[in-house]
């Protein structure tokens, strides 16, 4: 989160944080047991929650309210207001500070003691040094320098509906049906499932289909006629211990990494910003970075 506001602030962007606030939610009055023995493991971790139901919970979330039994409402919770328009911001901050925004599939890289040369299928390019931030791509451009990570794609669906006719005021988890919807500037978007499938594979339509079943399942006015939704299936990087790498080559000191976030690669996209621009610089980390070592595995 500090990394998060710090980087918002620097680009004059802090409004797309947003304190949101978050209910994880269970439509099923016999779980709330499920909903207490939860909150009492996060107050373990630190995480204080409210458990809420009945006139509560209707004032929290109007319109969700009659299909729910119980939440636990997470009142600090955050979240970007729309991902592909932060994607814009930034890139526009990158733009406007000189930096040069190239679209070319990468083919290949060539590090050698003292810069990485990148290859496209267009152009060669070489840095000083290269950051290798490919998400679940990521390996197929270690390929013969030396390193294996046994990194998958862990696939997840989305759909967003462009409605107004649905009005969510908080980000909501469902416990029981095991996804995730919040309003975001594009629309209402739920998302949800993971599947191992691999990079090639085209995205199966019984994942949109669960996840418009539960969507309206919760709100009954994404069934109308009129709503429709665009769908998205995208790879999550994602790595046995679920820890990403952020490290740099041990041979190639001018080849570095920071991949591997699995489900929590927005959360953590400043964070691992900040420690890789740490060691580009050659300045200790802000955390200890051992854990993310490339050679781990
Ligand atoms: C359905 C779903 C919901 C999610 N929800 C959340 C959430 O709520 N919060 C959260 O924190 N995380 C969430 N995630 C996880 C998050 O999306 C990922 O962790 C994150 O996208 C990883 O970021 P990345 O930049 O490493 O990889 P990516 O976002 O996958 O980006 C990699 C980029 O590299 C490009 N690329 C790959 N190979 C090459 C090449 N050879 N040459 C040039 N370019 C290349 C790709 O085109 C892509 O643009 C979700 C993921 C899914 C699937």
């Avoid at 009005?167 to 993971?194: D, K």
């Amino acid at each position: 989160m500090e990394a998060w506001q710090q980087c918002l602030a620097d680009i004059d962007a802090s409004e797309m944080l947003v304190q949101s606030g978050y209910l994880l939610v269970w439509e099923s009055a016999s779980k709330l047991d499920d909903a207490r023995g939860h909150a009492d493991w996060l107050q373990e971790q630190g995480i204080e929650t409210e458990l809420v139901q009945g006139a509560r919970l209707a004032m929290l979330e109007p319109e969700l309210a009659p299909q729910l039994s119980h939440a636990l409402y997470f009142p600090d919770a955050c979240q970007i207001s729309d991902p592909f328009q932060l994607c814009q911001r930034l890139a526009a901050a990158f733009q406007a500070r000189g930096g040069r925004f190239i679209q070319q599939p990468v083919e290949r890289l060539e590090p050698d003691q003292h810069s990485v040369t990148v290859h496209s299928n267009i152009d060669a390019f070489c840095f000083d040094q290269a950051v290798v931030c490919a998400g679940a791509w990521s390996t197929e451009l270690l390929q013969g320098l030396g390193v294996k990570v046994p990194l998958e794609a862990e696939r997840g669906y989305h759909l967003t509906y462009a409605t107004e006719s649905v009005q969510l005021n908080h980000t909501i988890g469902s416990a029981e049906r095991r996804m995730v919807m919040s309003a975001l500037g594009s629309g209402i978007r739920v998302v949800g499932m993971t599947e191992f499938g691999g990079l090639t594979l085209a995205p199966l339509a019984r994942g949109f289909r669960a996840l418009q079943h539960h969507a309206q399942g919760l709100f009954p006015a994404l069934a109308g006629p009129d709503v429709t939704a665009k769908q998205w299936m995208g790879p999550r990087p994602t790595l046995p211990d679920s820890l990403p790498v952020i490290d740099r080559h041990p041979q190639y000191p001018s080849l570095l990494f920071t991949f591997g976030h699995q489900h929590l690669g927005l959360t953590q996209a400043a964070v691992s910003a900040q420690l890789v621009v740490s060691l580009m610089r050659h300045k200790p980390p802000a955390i200890d970075t051992q854990p993310f070592r490339v050679d781990r595995f």
